[in-house]
């Protein structure tokens, strides 16, 4: 009997303990990927397509065999096993909250094993614990609890060792691009690692790894990351403790995707004014770095992690809007768009979250574009309006036609936004 390895954020075949736990079942294996419109629906284009192109990529890997459907897991899932005669099921344990029910109830429905091996993460969330069982709540005392536990070493897996049975694959052509592209990248990367700590903040360069994408749908498995970094890399190190720690946290507060995880936050007073969050979307609030990054999003499905903070700041400090109206826009079109990342680094600038940033800390966002684009490159680069203004002075246009003015004024709603949070405090 095949067994049937059922990819889901693992579109890879190195490093990949659940298809080394289909080989030692059976030499043959069915490999499946379920197009599931819960997930997709939402979706934007490059976060589609960027889906696409990685399932492309691994079916070259499973030499062209890899079986796609589209349905409901709980109902393809159990038709695939019954078609091919499977003995058993093989996934990477998915650990967020949609993916945590969805494989309890196709377990059920299965009549075979449902084999769960590995995880998208070097620790397990739900393993990294206080002495007394209780999860962290804070990000150092985590990370270093998470460094003490330690992690196995890549698994050395090979999909050329599976008999993939042929199912006919059910993929449009198209590009495809996935695993080798990330390790190529990663590879790439690696002489830029020595500058991470220098460079990461700045949107002007190509300072960080961009393997978070890479990351969200398991082309490459931090472990094969962490492996490479040496002892000076520890700011790299620590980013993707982050990634754990959000989706430790996610694990145990589940309900956090949606609600603050400080309770303290349900009492604040939002605003609701829809053309704001239009111009904050379209990227046309008048704030160059701002605009500048949300452009960027709609563009490329990605966005710089210091201008996520700048842009996300604007709408819940300087706009008044709820965190989750900018965290669902943000997943619905980046394609590392990743629940437990998203979502809390959402609630981190809301000063609803975990490591709550203090209340206080309001950023300007003039500044900040001062600052961390200091010549103006990274606005010139996404605002075309604003092309012709040399340096950091494109930081503070005025009067430019064709570029909106600024919506709303910084110091006063800064000033909105401290009463505010006083009026909940303590
Ligand atoms: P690098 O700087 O090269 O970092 C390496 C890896 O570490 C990243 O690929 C990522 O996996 C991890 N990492 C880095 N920073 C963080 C962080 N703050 N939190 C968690 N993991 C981190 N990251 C996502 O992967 N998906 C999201 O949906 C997401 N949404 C965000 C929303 C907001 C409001 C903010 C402030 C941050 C968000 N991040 C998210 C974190 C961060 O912005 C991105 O991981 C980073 O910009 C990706 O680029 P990179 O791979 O070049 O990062």
């Avoid at 998470?146 to 993939?164: E, I, K, N």
């Amino acid at each position: 009997d095949p067994s049937i390895v059922w990819f889901r954020r693992d579109l890879r075949t190195g490093d990949h303990p659940a298809l080394l736990a289909a080989a030692e079942r059976s030499p043959s294996a069915v490999g499946l990927f379920v197009l599931d419109d819960v997930l997709l629906g939402p979706a934007g284009k490059p976060r589609v397509d960027f889906l696409y192109n990685c399932l492309r990529n691994l079916n070259d890997q499973l030499g062209g065999r890899l079986m796609v459907v589209r349905g409901k897991p709980v109902e393809v899932v159990p038709r695939v096993v019954a078609e091919f005669g499977a003995g058993s099921v093989h996934v990477s344990a998915d650990m967020g909250p949609y993916g945590r029910e969805r494989d309890a109830a196709v377990e059920a429905a299965l009549e075979v094993d449902f084999v769960r091996t590995g995880s998208p993460y070097a620790v397990a969330p739900g393993r990294v614990r206080k002495a007394d069982g209780e999860p962290y709540k804070v990000f150092t005392p985590f990370k270093r609890a998470w460094l003490d536990h330690g992690w196995r070493a890549p698994a050395d897996t090979d999909a050329s060792t599976v008999d993939w049975v042929d199912a006919g694959t059910g993929l449009p052509a198209g590009d495809s691009h996935g695993e080798r592209d990330a390790l190529l990248a990663w590879e790439d990367f690696r002489d830029r690692l020595d500058d991470y700590a220098r460079d990461r903040d700045r949107p002007d360069l190509d300072g960080t790894s961009r393997m978070s994408a890479y990351l969200r749908w398991g082309c490459v498995h931090p472990r094969t990351l962490l492996a490479d970094l040496g002892e000076n890399h520890d700011v790299y190190r620590s980013e993707l403790a982050w990634r754990e720690f959000y989706a430790d946290v996610l694990w145990h507060r589940p309900e956090t995707a949606r609600a603050n995880y400080d309770k303290k936050f349900d009492r604040i007073t939002h605003d609701n004014d829809t053309g704001l969050f239009d111009a904050w979307c379209q990227g046309k609030t008048g704030f160059p770095i701002v605009d500048a990054g949300m452009r960027q999003l709609l563009a490329e499905g990605w966005m710089h992690n210091r201008v996520r903070m700048i842009v996300a700041s604007f709408l819940v400090k300087d706009l008044h809007l709820p965190w989750w109206w900018g965290a669902r826009h943000f997943m619905r079109h980046l394609i590392d768009g990743d629940l437990a990342s998203n979502q809390h680094g959402w609630q981190w600038t809301a000063g609803s979250g975990t490591d709550a940033a203090p209340y206080f800390r309001v950023f300007n966002p003039t500044s900040q574009g001062e600052k961390f684009d200091p010549n103006g490159d990274y606005v010139r680069r996404y605002v075309p309006e604003l092309r012709d203004i040399p340096g950091k002075a494109v930081h503070k246009p005025s009067g430019v036609k064709g570029y909106p003015e600024p919506v709303v004024d910084h110091a006063q709603e800064r000033q909105v936004a401290l009463d505010r949070y006083a009026a909940i405090k303590g």
